[in-house]
């Protein structure tokens, strides 16, 4: 199905959910907006890999997901495209969820902990044509993991490549 049918389909969809009730009239993105806006400075709490703790206001992470968007944007991540994310569930991983979410991608979460044939398979299921990975991960080069599994593996803070690996 083409993107232009995917989204008339969507519509079709939300419409429906709105009658019901089931789907308020935001995306996630513009209810996350309207959070950040009406409380800026609440504090969001993430687990960070040395066993602390990271904070950050609802504000901040607003605008440092609508800053990666827009590099993710520029490496050819564009609405409706299937992306694997796989990142673990710490600030930079919530930031790249965010900014998918703004972009308007399809997110597909995957764990960090999964295997390349695992990813392999997602990205072969889905569709995907972008990976977009942390750099490692407790000592996993899941960079390097990920090469070859998808058109673009995108590494978050290095840009894109393609499936050659670096």
């Known amino acids: 199905m083409d993107r232009e049918n995917r989204e008339i389909e969507r519509e079709e969809l939300r419409r429906g959910w709105r009658r019901t009730g089931w789907y308020p009239d935001l995306t996630v993105a513009e209810a996350l907006a309207a959070g950040a806006a009406a409380r800026p400075d609440d504090l969001l709490v993430f687990a960070s890999s040395d066993g602390g703790s990271d904070t950050v206001t609802l ?17 050819g991540i564009a609405p409706g495209d299937v992306v694997v994310l796989q990142a673990p569930s710490d600030r930079q991983g919530t930031e790249a969820v965010v900014a998918l979410w703004l972009l308007g991608a399809v997110l597909v ?17 889905t569709g995907a044509a972008v990976v977009l990975v942390v750099p490692a991960w ?26 050659a690996g670096p």
């Open 59 to 75: 504000a901040a992470l607003h605008a440092r997901a609508g800053e990666l968007a827009s590099r993710l944007a520029a490496t």
């Open 109 to 125: 979460p995957l764990a960090t902990t999964a295997t390349p044939d695992e990813l392999a398979h997602v990205v072969r299921e």
């Open 138 to 163: 407790r000592g996993v080069d899941l960079a390097t993991r990920a090469a070859g599994t998808a058109e673009r593996v995108v590494v978050l803070g290095r840009g894109s490549r393609g499936p």
